[in-house]
C-alpha cells in the first residue's frame, strides 16, 4: 500500500472550515484514499473514502488532486468534538488498512 | 453505539497468563477485524476473518490466534503475556471484504498485563 505524508499537528478556530492535507505521492491506479479519525483512545470512526473524484457526506468532503498524488479532507464547520486524531490511508482494499501517525487536529474556541 | 461490540472494556491480568477478547459485529457484516493499539506503535492491524474463514493476516505474533464462529463473533487470544502486550485492542466489522467502504470500530478492549 502507498505511504501517505501528514502533518502531525494543526489548530483550527471553532465554527471555520478545517483543511486537512494529506500527501501519497507513490499512490497506485487501484488504490483508494480512506480518512478516519479517533477521538481520545476510542475506536476510529470511519469518515470519506475516494478513488478519483471528489467526494462529500455528512461529515466531510474529500478533494483528491488530478494526479491523485495528494488530497485534503475538509470539515466544514468544525466543532470541539472534533478535536481528534485524523488518519489518511491509501488501500487497494478496505481489509488491512494501514495506520499511521495521522494529523493532531486541536479545534479551539 | 457503533454496533460493533467488545468485551470485556477493561482487563488486568498478569505475565505469563492467557487471556480472550471478545468482538460482535454489526448486524449484517461478515468480516471481523482485530488491530492493537499501544503508545509507541500505534494502531497495527492483527487479522481479519471474513464468514469464519481467515482473509487476511497482519502484524499478528504467534502467541495470539483469532477464530470467527457461525454466529460471526470473533474472539482474539492472547497467551503467554508479556509486558509489552498492554495496549488497546479494537475489532472492526464491515459487510464484505472486498466492499471498499469503510469499516465499524468497536469502543476496544484495554488490556494490562502486570
Known amino acids: 500500500d502507498a505511504k501517505t505524508t501528514q502533518p502531525p499537528s494543526m489548530d483550527c478556530a471553532e465554527g471555520r472550515a478545517a483543511n486537512l492535507p494529506c500527501n501519497h505521492s507513490t499512490i497506485s491506479g487501484n488504490e483508494y484514499v480512506y480518512w478516519y479519525r479517533q477521538i481520545h483512545s476510542q475506536g476510529p470512526q470511519y469518515i470519506i473514502h475516494g478513488l478519483k473524484n471528489n467526494e462529500t457526506n455528512e461529515m466531510a468532503s474529500l478533494i483528491i488532486t488530478e494526479d491523485r498524488k495528494s488530497s485534503t479532507l475538509i470539515l466544514p464547520h468544525a466543532t470541539l468534538r472534533d478535536t481528534a486524531v485524523y488518519y489518511c490511508i491509501v488501500s487497494q482494499d478496505d481489509y488491512k488498512l494501514s495506520f499511521g501517525a495521522g494529523t493532531t487536529v486541536t479545534v479551539r474556541a | 453505539d457503533s454496533g460493533v461490540t467488545q468485551t470485556p472494556k477493561h482487563l488486568i491480568t498478569a505475565t505469563g497468563q492467557r487471556v480472550t477478547l471478545r468482538c460482535s459485529p454489526r448486524?449484517?457484516?461478515?468480516?471481523v477485524y482485530w488491530y492493537q493499539q499501544s503508545l509507541d506503535q500505534g494502531l497495527q492491524f492483527l487479522i481479519q476473518y471474513y464468514n469464519g474463514e481467515e482473509r487476511a493476516k497482519g502484524n499478528i505474533l504467534e502467541r495470539f490466534s483469532a477464530q470467527q464462529f457461525p454466529d460471526l463473533h470473533s474472539e482474539l487470544n492472547l497467551s503467554s503475556l508479556e509486558l509489552g502486550d498492554s495496549a488497546l485492542y479494537f475489532c472492526a466489522s464491515s459487510v464484505d471484504s472486498e466492499s471498499n467502504y469503510g469499516y465499524t470500530f468497536g469502543s476496544g478492549t484495554r488490556l494490562t498485563v502486570v
Open positions: 448486524s449484517g457484516d461478515l468480516s
